[in-house]
């Protein structure tokens, strides 16, 4: 059974983490997301937005798009001729707000869309204060507030955030998505809701998913989960290698190391990977060339989790040579109806950004020293992120271990928020031509 229901890419977030991930970019806002205005010479009001939360996470028909229901709270405050007369919370519910993803001609995803359903409704309500000012506000005021917000989503009825970024970035890679991609869907267990987002690249003989069919793939105790199919891994592997981000040319004891072709597959419990390369040494009546095929095959698992996670793995190699002689931004869409709605895509906006623009690209860097090979990833952007760094021997057969517990805890740059990781032993599972990975995020 595939994961991903045959499409090449497929990622599942529980509703907790995207509550989660909404709380904590709502600490690092606080001073964005407080909103104030003066009522001329009598007075003014401050609103400050402190929850933000994700209610449901569910279908709509047809396939395709996530039906949810938003919940915001905010401090209210009045003042009147120097008096404060409200100080109470503002809860602010929006029920059957559809989310879903727009995409260019292409098939190339372009935005985040926000639209409202028919059966939408909204509720306002006060709570905190004494019982007169109670009164006033849930039986004069949130009922006025309420029409106002109603009548302008009904008018407006949808709302993008252009992602423009995203196509930046895919256009870079050389990908294309194939028609009907990308897919954004929800999935309805217990305990929890999830959303799901799957798509097809027009990859050489790309995989066909069937949307129907993408259900929960997540593991026990995982929260995030990614799959990938090995037709992605190998086009990434041949595009690094086109950028220069993974040298195709190096030098080893004197020898010359031209890489021809390198390709992943996946089978069950194991990496696979086939390829050629030629080797150069020496000049002229002393030159010595080979030609060299290799299958490699490697067996990753995580053992120790969740005190002491470490990635394991063994590895075994055949290698075939042949000698002869010569004689690799957002642009934040406004919606100036509901400063509480609001918060909502100032949240996304701000993580998508720092992702984009910190984390990508990588510069790679290959060490060798004897028989040991160092293998780094940086960001260009961001010197503090180093998502890899590895070292392993150069032999034909063996294994090795590479320690997890760095990254169980990262924050993002800028006083960002930190986030906890947390590993299971089924956090990297490998099934024909699917890679799963898998963590609980808190």
Known sequence: MSWAAGFSLALEINQTILNLVLDKFLQSLQAQLTYQARLGRIGSFEASVKDLEILDLEDPAPLGGVLTDLQAKADFKLRLFGIQLVNTTMAFTIDNVELNLSRTAAGQPKGIVIQIAPTLSIRISFTGGNFLINWILNGIIAPLITFGVWLAFKLIRKVEIPVWDLIDIFGVLGLRFAPNSPLLTAQKTVPPTSILMASDFNLTAPAMGIGQQLK???????????????????????????????????????????????????????????????????????????????????????????????????????????????????????????????????SMSFLINIVLNQFLPFTTGWQQNGLQLKITANSVNYSGFTPLSMQFPLELSGSGSYDLSNFRQFSLPGNGPQFQVKYTNESLTIQPEELRLAIDLQ
């Not at 995030?224 to 690094?240: F, M």
């Not at 406004?334 to 100032?346: E, G, H, K, R, S």
């Open 216 to 346: 929960h793939f997540n593991p026990p105790n995982t929260s995030i989960g990614a799959v990938v199919n090995d037709k992605v891994i190998s086009a990434a592997v041949q595009i690094a290698f086109s950028k220069g981000w993974v040298p195709s040319q190096f030098r080893v004891s004197g020898w010359k190391i031209y890489i021809n072709s390198i390709h992943v597959k996946f089978v069950q419990d194991k990496i696979v990977a086939t390829g050629s390369l030629k080797a150069k040494r020496g000049k002229c009546w002393c030159r010595v060339k080979a030609k060299i095929s290799f299958k490699a095959e490697v067996t990753p698992k995580i053992t120790g989790a969740p005190a002491q996670p470490q990635l394991k793995f063994t590895y075994d190699a055949n290698v075939n040579t042949q000698l002869s002689t010569s004689g690799m931004l957002v642009v934040l869409g406004v919606i100036m109806y509901a400063p509480i709605f609001m918060a909502l895509t100032i």
